[in-house]
């Protein structure tokens, strides 16, 4: 690999974690929009985006792939897997827990280590298991201070972990996968938009009224959904074919750690002391991990990341 190509790899990289980042931001300005509503808009402006794009070059590739039932179901486990991931982020996120879902991200790699370890028999060195150890210490402490487990960080970290599993049953590249999983989840999207969600009646169309008295600012920005799900997993999977899993295993974390800055010094959420453990051993995890990598690299230093092709945020 030359510098050329590492450089741009780089930048691929750091510009897509970088604006996965910065989403709490977007969907902050979104706050006025119904969770649910914002995730099954986010599907079908995905779907329509990505879908246009494939057609247009006349990629049917996606589309053959229901054909057969097993990897249908990946897919549609898969858009479920996401959407949930989405919903969850998206309301932790206009509901003042934006540093909880970052702990989430943090911990993810480490869940997805794990799952490797049991569900493909992958082999992890000491260093994982101690990174992992680690990240388990931060959440009992977490349960011990505050009596309660990080139910938004386990469920996003582990949702988007398992959403890992089924990606690499999929052998389509990241624009395919996006497609075919949003076409999947669109019974989801039609839910999310028409549920029942205490109401009396299925479908409800009416609880989308409102949406009709929203500023034209806001409607605008509800419409960049499918660009803002696209633009960094597109720059993502261009850097994956170029950096080795070490580069990526590094700068995963950067967006975590936007994520988590942003909630600290922007929307000014709530950091009682007792986070300074519980986030301090998950940084040591991650360092551990990062370290783990880097070692890993040096063995075989030919391999790197071709299956994380995922956001979601």
Known sequence: ?????????????????????LLPLYWKLLSDIDPFHIVGLR???????????????????????FRDKRQGLSLLLAGLLVSTNWVIYIWAVNNGYTIETALGYYINPLISVVLGLIIFKEKINLLQKLAFASAVLGVLFKLLF??????????????????????????LSALESLGGETLAAIPVSLFLLTGLFGQDKFPNL?????????????????????????????????SVKILPLS??????FLAPTLTFLTGI?????????????????????????????????VVKPEESVINKEGDVV
């Open 265 to 297: 010094f922007i929307f000014q959420e709530e950091f009682p002391n007792h986070n300074f453990i519980v986030f301090g051993l998950i940084w040591a995890s991650v360092i551990l991990y990062i370290i783990s990598l880097k070692r890993d690299a």
């Open 206 to 238: 009416q609880e989308l009224n409102y949406l009709s008295e929203l500023p034209v600012i806001t409607l605008l920005l509800l419409l960049f959904c499918g660009l803002v799900t696209m633009l960094p997993l597109f720059l993502f999977a261009k």
């Open 146 to 171: 505050t009596g309660a487990l990080p139910w938004i960080s386990l469920v996003l970290a582990v949702s988007f972990s398992i959403y890992g599993v089924f990606k690499k049953t999929v052998k």
């Open 247 to 252: 580069t990526i295993g590094f700068l995963q």
């Open 43 to 65: 599907i079908i402006f995905s779907l329509v985006l990505v879908g246009g794009i494939l057609l247009a070059a006349k990629n049917y590739t996606w589309l053959n792939y």
């Open 1 to 21: 690999m030359n510098k050329s190509s590492f450089g741009a790899g780089v930048f691929y990289a750091i510009l897509a974690y970088f604006l996965w980042g």
